[in-house]
Every structure is written in structure tokens, then in C-alpha cells.
């Protein structure tokens, strides 16, 4: 019965979380669209602008993370959003066997990540990237608050992967 509980908390809170993101991101995407209107200009600096820097760069991708998989005909926008949203259900699936809190935040912020994107693909045919860091003259793949929490979720999963323990046998 413990584990039953358990395992209720964990999708719980991995739901949560991936609504939090959720809000978070298309929260972030409003005002860059409406608020900011970032489409009519070309960036905004927000830190640096030397060596290292952080700016609001608004790019529209039409793929997948780092813009794999892109293409402008109309399916191409429902394929992505079909096959993220079908990760995602998998993603739930396996949220409601996880077997610890850690796991179950991973899963709900890759959820709530894809989530957003697929929205946006739904809204507009392709999702909205706007954070643009840079060093030097290095620029890092321009992302949003969705991508941000998919890299971090995969990045928890991965370290649960290493890190965890066999599971210990009972004595025959």
C-alpha cells in the first residue's frame, strides 16, 4: 500500500511540475509575441554583449531541438506535434511507475516542455525560440523555457540512470 502512495505523490508532483512549466513557457512566449513583440525587432541584449552574453533573438523553428527534422509543409508541423504529444503520453506512463520524486520531476519537465512546443505547433506551425546565448563569437542554439526544462528532465533521467543502485536481492 506504501508504494501505491508513493507512486500517486511522485505523478502528483511530476504533473505539477510539468504544468508549472507549461504556464512558464507559453507565459514566456506571450509576452515575447504580444508584450515585447519581439518579431518586429532583431534582439534585445539582456546581459553582456562583450565575450558572453544573453539576448531575446526571436526564431521561428519548424523542426525539432537544434532545428533537426524541420520542413514547411503543413504536415510537418501536425507529424512533430502527433509524435511529441505521443511521447509525451509515454512520458506519463512511465511518471506513474516511478520509482522515486527525482524521476518523476524529470518526467513532469520534459512533459511540460514538450507540451508547450507542441501547443506552439498547433498555434503558429512552428515553435517559438527566443534566448540566444553566446561566447565569443560561439552561439549556442537559439531556446526557449520548454526546451530549457526538456534538456534538464533528460539531464536528471540520465544522472538517475548512472547513479542508481541495483536493486538488492532477497536471500534465497
Do not use: C
Not at 507565459?27 to 539576448?55: H, M, T, Y
Not at 523553428?61 to 502527433?82: I, Q, Y
Not at 511521447?87 to 520509482?99: D, S
Amino acid at each position: 500500500m506504501a508504494a501505491l502512495v508513493d507512486s500517486r505523490g511522485n505523478l502528483r508532483r511530476g504533473l505539477i511540475l510539468a504544468l508549472v512549466v507549461l504556464v512558464a513557457d507559453q507565459a514566456s512566449k506571450w509576452w515575447i509575441l504580444e508584450v515585447l513583440q519581439l518579431p518586429l525587432r532583431r534582439n534585445v541584449n539582456l546581459l553582456g554583449g562583450g565575450a558572453f552574453g544573453l539576448d531575446l533573438t526571436m526564431v521561428w523553428n519548424r523542426g525539432v531541438t537544434f532545428g533537426l527534422l524541420s520542413g514547411s509543409a503543413p504536415w510537418h508541423a501536425w507529424a512533430l506535434a502527433a509524435l511529441a504529444a505521443a511521447i509525451a503520453a509515454f512520458l506519463i506512463r512511465w511518471m506513474v511507475k516511478a520509482e522515486n520524486t527525482r524521476t518523476a520531476l524529470a518526467l513532469g519537465a520534459i512533459v511540460g516542455g514538450a507540451v508547450g512546443n507542441v501547443i506552439d505547433r498547433a498555434r503558429f506551425g512552428a515553435v517559438v525560440d527566443f534566448v540566444d546565448a553566446y561566447a565569443w563569437n560561439w552561439h549556442w542554439y537559439v531556446f526557449n523555457v520548454a526546451d530549457a526544462a526538456i534538456v534538464l528532465g533528460v539531464l536528471v533521467l540520465l544522472v538517475e540512470a548512472v547513479t542508481a543502485r541495483p536493486p538488492e536481492r532477497e536471500a534465497a
